[in-house]
């Protein structure tokens, strides 16, 4: 098991790990089970908050330069861009659901191969359409993001984002960034009230 880690925490991924040079970054959460409610004609109206949609949450990858912005538009690496100019982050794809258990999606980053002018890569989860269906955090419990010794299959972090984000429609659950010539990992487990990543990636141009 890998070291768990709570809100405000840094852990140095690299020091004393020369042989890390790739990581899985896993991102997961559960829909909050509905309550049965409002038998035949509950079922008719939707029943319950989020008008009965499944939640689709989508899990991107902002790489950042050294003063905090996106070198470009290709610098955000989502289910419609799924691997950065330099080849060093692919993103595995889109789980529409949540359901089950494990990772529901996958960055795979290669940390040897990052171009010298990243030096972040803050991990984002958002609610698609998240206005328009009426949903928010509140409907999501479980969520985490993992971090993974590719080589070794060894879980190097976990961290669960345990507190309540209701209301907000979308997670900062945490960031990788250069210390010299290491690699850190930072729980931030922020919620936003941002609706897609194109709002959260204007705020870095």
């Known amino acids: 098991m ?8 840094k852990i140095d991924l690299t020091k004393g790990r020369s042989s890390l040079s790739s990581v899985m970054v896993g991102l997961g959460w559960d829909p ?25 949450c989508d899990a991107s ?6 003063k905090g912005k996106l070198v470009s538009k290709q610098h955000v690496i989502y289910f419609g ?13 889109d789980n529409l659901t949540g359901d089950g258990d494990g990772d529901d999606e996958v960055i795979n980053v290669n940390l040897s ?23 928010d955090f509140g409907l999501i419990q479980n969520a985490f993001i993992r971090l ?3 080589g070794t299959k060894e879980e190097l972090v976990h961290y669960n984002l345990s507190e309540s984000y209701a209301g907000k429609t979308s997670l900062i659950p945490g960031e ?6 290491d690699w850190k ?18 705020k870095y141009l």
């Open 113 to 135: 191969a990052i171009s010298p002018s990243v030096h972040r890569l803050v991990f984002i989860v958002n609610i698609y359409q998240a206005k328009q269906r009426k949903q």
């Open 61 to 66: 990858v902002l790489l950042l330069d050294e």
């Open 185 to 202: 990992f930072s729980a931030i487990g922020e919620g936003t009230s941002d609706l897609d990543i194109g709002s959260i990636a204007n």
């Open 81 to 93: 861009n799924k691997t950065s100019q330099d080849g060093s982050v692919v993103h595995s794809g």
């Open 32 to 56: 909050v089970e509905k309550k049965k409610s409002g038998g035949f004609l509950g079922g008719l109206l939707g029943g319950g908050s989020g008008g009965g949609a499944a939640i689709d």
């Open 176 to 181: 990788l960034y250069r210390n010299g010539s």
């Open 148 to 150: 993974v010794d590719n």
């Open 2 to 9: 890998g070291i768990n880690l709570v809100k405000g925490q």
